[in-house]
T-cell receptor, first 109, second 114 residues
Framework: KNEVEQSPQNLTAQEGEFITINCSYS?????LHWLQQHPGGGIVSLFM???GKKKHGRLIATINIQEKHSSLHITASHPRDSAVYICAVRLRGNEKLTFGTGTRLTIIP | EAGVAQSPRYKIIEKRQSVAFWCNPI?????LYWYQQILGQGPKLLIQ????????DSQLPKDRFSAERLKGVDSTLKIQPAKLEDSAVYLCASSSPRVGNEQFFGPGTRLTVL
């Protein structure tokens, strides 16, 4: 069993829909990252959070430390949001990141 | 502030050939990471440098992979000889305590081994 599990693996939605991607982890962490990866391969960091909730534009990330769960929400989704979204956790005590396998999001116009 | 730079962006080689990738981290970032990301999987850490010293290379296939960061700034990752299963995106990232140790990623190098 992976230490970081994401769901769903693939998600296709219509433009404008509200999107939720989930991440569960089984280890003690100091921080959780949400990353976005476009087909070219480069990774962009969206959020780093260790508690509560963060918002940036149409993106919202929440984390529940007790339940070891985080969600990434996209409001008013747009085709340019189509990408792979990766959850990664920083293990407590070191800076190493453990990655989920990603959620491939496709937004249809 | 410039981001993490990597080159080349794409490389196609035949098996048993050699290849090298270059990474220039964000200025002032002491920690540099090389990751391998096989299609459909999350990135896997190959090696982590702190300045010019290796912190973790436990998952680096040392029989064919090598990496160096001689002056504690830019880094090269080499594969010699390449195998088909080395086809992947190779990502470089850097971090600094000044930014909460958040890792900033480069655009990656997509390697195809034929």
């Amino acid at each position: 069993k992976n230490e970081v599990e994401q769901s769903p693996q693939n998600l296709t939605a219509q433009e404008g829909e509200f999107i939720t991607i989930n991440c569960s982890y089984s280890v003690g962490i100091s921080a959780l990252h949400w990353l976005q990866q476009h087909p070219g391969g480069g990774i962009v960091s969206l959020f780093m959070l260790s508690s509560g909730k963060k918002k940036h534009g149409r993106l919202i990330a929440t984390i529940n430390i007790q339940e070891k769960h985080s969600s990434l929400h996209i409001t008013a989704s747009h085709p340019r949001d189509s990408a792979v979204y990766i959850c990664a956790v920083r293990l407590r005590g070191n800076e190493k990141l453990t990655f989920g396998t990603g959620t491939r999001l496709t937004i249809i116009p | 502030e410039a981001g993490v730079a990597q080159s080349p962006r794409y490389k196609i080689i035949e098996k048993r050939q050699s290849v090298a990738f270059w990474c220039n981290p964000i200025s002032g970032h002491a920690t540099l990471y090389w990751y391998q990301q096989i299609l459909g999987q999350g990135p896997k850490l190959l090696i982590q440098f702190q300045n010019n010293g290796v912190v973790d290379d436990s998952q680096l296939p040392k029989d064919r992979f090598s990496a160096e960061r001689l002056k504690g700034v830019d880094s090269t990752l080499k594969i010699q000889p390449a195998k088909l299963e080395d086809s992947a995106v190779y990502l470089c990232a850097s971090s600094s305590p000044r930014v909460g140790n958040e890792q900033f990623f480069g655009p990656g190098t997509r390697l195809t081994v034929l």
